[in-house]
C-alpha cells in the first residue's frame, strides 16, 4: 500500500476493531501468546512479592527463564530424494535448454 492509501494524520486511514481482528487471524501469533501466557502470572508473583518498582529485577528473571518447555516442539524437516519422473526429465530438459541458450 502506498502513502495515499494510508491517508493523512488530518482525517485519512482510521484502524478500527474489524481491521484489527482481521490482521490479527493473519499473524502468527501462537508461540508469542503461549510465553505471554506461561511468563505473566511468574512476572506479576515477583513484582508483587519483592515489591518491584524498576525493571531490572524482571529484565533478570527473564535472562535466566529457559524457554524449553514452555514452546511447541517445532516439526522435524522432512527430507525428500529425487524421484525421476517423465515430467521432472521434462522439466529439467527445458531448464537447461533456458540456461545454454
Known amino acids: 500500500p502506498g502513502a495515499s492509501s494510508l491517508g493523512d494524520a488530518a482525517g485519512g486511514w482510521q484502524p478500527s476493531e474489524a481491521w484489527l481482528e482481521t490482521v490479527q487471524k493473519k499473524l502468527p ?3 508469542i ?3 505471554i501466557e506461561h511468563l505473566a502470572p511468574r512476572i506479576e ?3 508483587t512479592m519483592s515489591d518491584v518498582s524498576d525493571q531490572d529485577s524482571v529484565l533478570q528473571f527473564l535472562k535466566s527463564t529457559t524457554m524449553v518447555g514452555i514452546l511447541p516442539v517445532p516439526h522435524p524437516i522432512v527430507i525428500r530424494t529425487y524421484q525421476a519422473s517423465s515430467y521432472t ?6 531448464y537447461m535448454w533456458g540456461v545454454i541458450f
Do not use: H, R
Not at 526429465?89 to 527445458?94: E, G, L, P, R
Open 45 to 47: 508473583g515477583i513484582c
Open 29 to 31: 501469533l501462537q508461540a
Open 89 to 94: 526429465a521434462m522439466w529439467f530438459t527445458s
Open 33 to 35: 501468546m503461549c510465553l
